[in-house]
Structures are given as C-alpha cells and as structure tokens.
C-alpha cells in the first residue's frame, strides 16, 4: 500500500521559514517524479513545486520562486519543502504527490497523493 505522509507544518510569524517532509512507502522511491502543490480556503489546489526523478530536475510556480526549494532524499524515501521568507498568502493546506510521468502546473491527476499538512503563516 503507496502511503505519502506530510509533515513539518505549523504556523509561523510573516518572513520566517518551514520545512516540509514528504516521507513515501509502498513505491519504488527512485522511480517517482515527486511534487507539492497546495490549497487554500475557498480556492483551487494549485501547483507549487516539482523535483524530476532523474537528475533531480525542478520546476516551480512564480509566487514561489526564489523563496522554496524543493528536493528529495532516495536514501530515506523523502521529499522536502524549504520554504523561506513567508508571506500571508502562502498559508494553505501543503499536499505531496508522486507520479511515474512529468509533473507541472496543468497536470492535477497524478498516481498518488498524501493527506496534506497545513501551514499557516501570520502578518
């Protein structure tokens, strides 16, 4: 059973900083492209970043860029989110996702998605 699972959340004051973890079970780790996309209230599940499976390519929204970073660890089947230098409207629900093809912002039906964890960021 492919189980994604979020964590790192939390609530954190404009301008700081969280880091997302993305730990995956149940796939052959190395074989998934990997992607966070999020959602906020009363809006779409949007795309925010993604990592390539060979050669660790990435890809990220404009509202993101220059501010998270993306990345993933084979030897212990995680994905991470830097995200630095927060802002008010970066606060929403933060969901990983894997799939054996491309990721990219136009691209929602994906293999496999986790539960999301929520980050909330204060002016």
């Known amino acids: 059973q492919v189980q994604l699972v979020e964590s790192g959340g939390g609530l954190v004051q404009a301008g700081g900083s969280l880091r997302l973890s993305c730990a995956a079970s149940g796939l052959t780790f190395r074989r998934y492209n990997l992607g966070w996309f999020r959602q906020a209230p009363g809006k779409e599940r949007e795309f925010v970043a993604a990592i390539r499976r060979l050669g660790g390519g990435t890809l990220y929204a404009d509202s993101v860029k220059g501010r998270f970073t993306i990345s993933r660890d084979s030897a212990k089947n995680t994905a991470y989110l830097q995200m630095s230098s927060l802002k008010p409207e970066d606060t929403a629900i933060y969901y990983c996702?894997?799939?054996?093809?491309?990721?990219?912002?136009?691209?929602?039906?994906?293999?496999?998605w986790g539960q999301g964890t929520q980050v909330t960021v204060s002016s």
């Open positions: 996702a894997a799939d054996l093809g491309d990721i990219d912002p136009t691209k929602h039906k994906l293999d496999y």
